[in-house]
């Protein structure tokens, strides 16, 4: 059964950082990109960070470049988004997502997706 597990959210003050992990189980993990997305209340989910299946593409919103980095280990079956700079608009669920677009921020790319894992950015 193929499954996405985030985990690493929590309370952050601005300007802190975090690092959030999605374990991948169930599925060829090394053959799929993964999506990091998130939803704050009241707003349609968008994406943040996405990488290609061998970690040598990756892609940002541009709300999130140059404080979040997006990294995989394939021999763990996990990626890794480390949030520095955090400001409270960062705000939301944060979800991994798998498909196979490389480079794609779009929610319609992929094809299974986490129960995600909450981040709040106040003081």
């Known amino acids: 059964q193929l499954q996405l597990v985030e985990s690493g959210g929590g309370l952050v003050q601005p300007g802190g950082s975090l690092r959030l992990s999605c374990a991948a189980s169930?599925?060829?993990?090394?053959?799929?990109?993964i999506g990091w997305f998130r939803q704050a209340p009241g707003k349609e989910r968008e994406g943040v960070s996405c990488?290609?299946?061998?970690?040598?593409?990756?892609n940002y919103a541009d709300s999130v470049k140059g404080r979040f980095t997006i990294s995989r280990d394939n021999a763990k079956n996990t990626v890794y988004l480390q949030m520095n700079s955090l400001k409270p608009e960062d705000t939301a669920v944060y979800y991994c997502?798998?498909?196979?677009?490389?480079?794609?921020?779009?929610?319609?790319?992929?094809?299974?997706w986490g129960q995600g894992t909450q981040v709040t950015v106040s003081s």
């Open positions: 997502a798998a498909g196979y677009y490389i480079g794609s921020l779009a929610t319609s790319r992929y094809d299974y």
């Open positions: 990488i290609g299946s061998k970690g040598r593409s990756t």
């Open positions: 169930g599925f060829t993990f090394g053959t799929y990109v």
